[in-house]
């Protein structure tokens, strides 16, 4: 029956006629549904007038509406195309065959080499539409072939079965190992921290002051700069922050989309107990045209917590899992990369579990896409927390959060920095995220050093208004543990970028190539060495500073001063902020984050030894303790 059915279509690669596409004398698939009582008439119309504004197959529109089932519409493939539906869950395809095009290959035009009947492989392929292009994917000497259908559920689990192993070695090194920090050797770094520790140990007894002397004044000159860093960032969002002036941020709200793509949009879960239906319920109000809207939920196959969660979820339609193998390490951004290959769209997301997002944003995110050149590969969101008031420590995250987000990564893109990704509402252009491998497997951190190899790769990050609300961390040890695992990333990806500087200076321009030192070497700075920054509280008090033993009072005086100055921009700078959020009232909360900014110091100094015991150890950050009705709800923008 199968062999019979094969010859009637018959397709090769080589000196045949090519497969002729439905306008070309094939009857439409609505037309054949129709004839066989699967679908409305009145259905089709409606769904012909959604195809034509949007770049998708009929089939997807009609299983995401519940328009037809799926066996329904692969019969009507079948009919259409005049070929065999393939269960590949009955029978697996052969893996040599898979080898010879490449597993990645066949992810991408979503099918698969199934078997060799005589001299004809049959490819089974869920676009079957799209099988004439196909074509050209295939090796020169790969010979004749011929299609058949399977649903792309079967295409992808079959090839994710039989060839694992690959996709699993891919997820973990396809980032080049120049700009990866896998073969970061633990041991050795070990070693040589042990030797500048005794170095400096030494220094210490032997030279005290010059070493101390040194160390303030390294200190006090990263100050000066990330506050001046600060000060540029408001200048050049001033327009933001005066009366009736609207947002300085790209916006395309009035640019008309011809044809909306696929958007996926990957959500990296990991033993999470309660957050699952809070997040289908959120993602569940993004406006985004439901057969135009992917999303993924990316779990770890061994994570029983999570995938337990999940299955008392009824998923919808848009919805679906993508398991994660286990591998040689465990991190969000491997299993980043391995979903990757399983997402339709070509505008790729990621959100994380507590997120909120407007509803509005995956349309915001395409217009600005359509509008903006193909230079401009990433759009980072806002992002801001929903329970701002559970306690003082989710109140000063809010506090950082609104003034990190809304005034110095919009100021970075304008004073034409390299901007350090945050993990969540990120929105790329596959095309170029593929080609730079995705994300690095094995960096805690993985979305700021993507930030940094975006532009040494020549593509730009761009803010866009818009805001997802998530859950601000408001309990000090998963805090602090979260802040350790932010500044290990930094400090890799530091190193990581700096192995050849002359490099990273040619690539990135001398003026983004200290935008890159200020943002990580002196953020690192700052934190590791704020105690003596501390010390100059001591100034207003009447008690001698140990320091006045190498400086003279009057310059400790000066110090000093120029300490509360920058102590003073920066309380401003975020009262400012907060005065353009529906978080106003936290300003009065502006003198405590000098009580805060000390946990990052011990989160600093936990983040420095992890780095040379365990540096791709992924510190979780658990989601769910705040799930009040009235706080899950996203707030409206000022």
């Given amino acids: 029956m199968l062999s019979s059915a094969l010859k009637t279509v018959p397709v090769q690669r080589h000196n045949h006629p090519k497969l002729p596409r439905p306008v070309a004398g094939r009857r439409p698939l609505g037309e054949i549904l ?115 259908i399977s649903s792309e559920k079967q295409v992808l689990s079959a090839l994710q079965q039989v060839r694992k192993d690959q996709l699993i070695e891919n997820a973990e090194t396809c980032v080049s190992e120049a700009e990866s920090c896998r073969n970061w050797q633990s041991k050795r770094h070990m070693r040589i921290a042990t030797c500048a520790l005794l170095g400096f140990a030494a220094a210490l007894i032997a030279v005290p002051k010059l070493v101390f002397t040194a160390l303030f004044f390294w200190a ?64 569940a109000r993004i406006s985004y045209p439901r057969e135009l809207l992917d999303i993924c939920l990316v779990v770890e196959a061994d994570d029983l917590t999570t995938q337990h969660t999940i299955a008392q979820c009824e998923l919808p339609t848009w919805a679906r899992v993508i398991t994660v193998p286990a591998g040689s390490v465990r991190t969000k951004p491997r299993a980043l990369n391995y979903a990757l290959d399983f997402c339709r769209g070509t505008i790729i997301g990621v959100y994380d579990a507590e997120d909120a997002p407007d509803p509005g944003q995956i349309h915001a ?21 929903y329970n701002p008031r559970t306690n003082w420590l989710s109140r000063c995250f809010t506090i950082e959060y609104a003034t990190w987000f809304r005034l110095v990564l919009p100021g970075l893109q304008k004073l034409g920095f390299a901007i350090p990704l945050g993990g969540t509402t990120l929105f790329f252009r596959r095309e170029a995220l593929e080609r730079l491998g995705g994300w690095d497997a094995h960096n805690v951190t993985e979305d700021a050093d993507l930030g940094i190899r975006l532009a040494r790769h020549g593509y730009k990050t761009e803010m866009i208004h818009t805001v997802t609300q998530e859950e601000a961390n408001c309990r000090l040890w998963p805090w602090v543990k979260q802040r350790s695992r932010w500044l290990k990333g930094y400090a890799i990806t530091w190193a990581v970028h700096m192995r050849h500087p002359r490099v990273l200076l040619r690539e990135l321009g001398a003026w983004r190539f200290f935008g890159v030192q200020l943002l990580f070497l002196g953020s690192l700075s700052q934190y590791i060495l704020a105690p003596l920054l501390w010390s100059m509280w001591l100034v207003l008090l009447p008690i001698q500073h140990p320091l006045e033993q190498i400086f003279a009072h009057s310059t400790l005086l000066a110090l000093g001063g120029l300490f509360l100055f920058c102590e003073a921009v920066s309380i401003g700078v975020s009262a400012v902020v907060l005065s353009k959020t529906q978080h106003k009232r936290l300003r009065w909360w502006l003198p405590s984050l000098h009580l805060y900014f000390p946990l990052g110091t011990v989160a600093a100094f936990k983040g420095i030894f992890e780095l040379l015991t365990k540096p791709f150890y992924w510190d979780k950050t658990e989601h769910g303790i705040e799930f009040k009705t009235k706080n899950s709800e996203p707030a409206k923008e000022a």
């Fill in 34 to 148: 129709v004839e066989q009582g699967a679908l409305a008439p009145g259905d089709l119309v409606k769904s012909l007038a959604l195809q034509n504004r949007e770049d998708v197959p009929l089939g997807d529109i009609l299983l995401s509406h519940g328009l037809v089932s799926e066996d329904a519409l692969f019969s009507g493939l079948s009919e259409q195309w005049g070929t065999e539906t393939i269960d590949l869950s009955a029978e697996a395809p052969d893996p040599r065959l898979i080898d010879d095009i490449g597993v990645r290959t066949c992810l991408m035009g979503r099918f698969v080499p199934w078997k060799r009947i005589g001299a004809v492989t049959v490819i089974c392929t869920s676009r079957p539409a799209e099988f004439e292009d196909l074509l050209a994917r295939l090796p020169e000497d790969f010979g004749p072939v011929q299609m058949a």
């Fill in 220 to 283: 006090i000159a990263t100050l000066i700069l990330s506050t001046g860093l600060k000060l540029a960032a408001a200048l050049t969002q001033a327009p933001r922050f005066l009366p009736r002036k609207k947002p300085a941020f790209v916006h395309a709200d009035n640019v008309a989309v011809a044809r909306l793509p696929v958007v996926s949009v990957m959500v990296p879960l990991f033993k999470e107990r309660k957050i699952a239906s809070h997040l289908i319920r959120r993602l």
């Fill in 365 to 385: 995110v395409v217009r600005n896409f359509h509008q903006r050149g193909p230079e401009v590969a990433c759009l980072q969101g806002i992002l801001d927390f």
